[in-house]
């Protein structure tokens, strides 16, 4: 070994240096170290893992319950639907009746009306035969003292009348 020569020294500080890097325990610490990063990027991946499948069961759930709530919608809607058409049908009918009835109530009216028309006009035609045969009685009677007709004629307004 030749002393004087610079690769020498080099060969022995480079040896000194890995012999420094043993003893200071170096290696065992960046095995150790890179050990540890690797448990760490495998917990972080652990984790993501983990993350993802809540977020996959999360994302079915949600698309359970928007399947479900449309589920519910369109029944909601169709119900709605026979809904209406019950009420409208029940309109229908209730407008019918109502009409019948009013109809019905006005035929009445109209009736009670006529009735009431014909009663009046037996009524005035009766007072009118009953002035004028009162008319006409006293007229004859005024020249006559007794007529056997009128008298007739008396009795029998009476039993017209009722």
């Known amino acids: 070994m030749d002393f004087s020569n610079p690769e020498v020294w080099v060969q022995i500080g480079l040896l000194l240096f890995f012999a420094l890097l043993v003893v200071m325990k170096v290696p065992a610490n960046l095995w150790k170290s890179l050990g540890d990063t690797g448990d760490a990027v495998r917990a972080e991946l652990d984790e993501a893992v983990r993350i993802r499948q809540e977020a996959q069961s999360l994302l079915n759930q949600i698309k359970a319950e928007r399947l479900e709530a449309e589920q519910k ?6 119900f709605a ?15 019918a009746e109502n009409i019948a009835r009013r109809q019905a109530l006005a035929e009445r009216k109209i009736a009670q009306a006529e009735a009431k028309a014909e009663a009046d006009v037996k009524a005035a ?37 009722s």
Not at 73 to 78: F, G, P, Q, Y
Not at 138 to 160: F, M
Request: cysteine-free; charged content about 35%; aromatic content about 0%.
């Open 73 to 78: 919608a369109k029944e909601l809607v169709a």
């Open 81 to 95: 639907k026979s809904e209406a058409v019950r009420l409208a049908e029940e309109a229908k009918e209730k407008l």
């Open 125 to 161: 035609a009766a007072d009118l035969a009953t002035k004028l045969t009162e008319t006409i009685l006293i007229e004859r009677n005024a020249g006559l003292k007794s007529d056997p007709l009128v008298d007739k004629a008396i009795g029998q307004i009476g039993q017209r009348l």
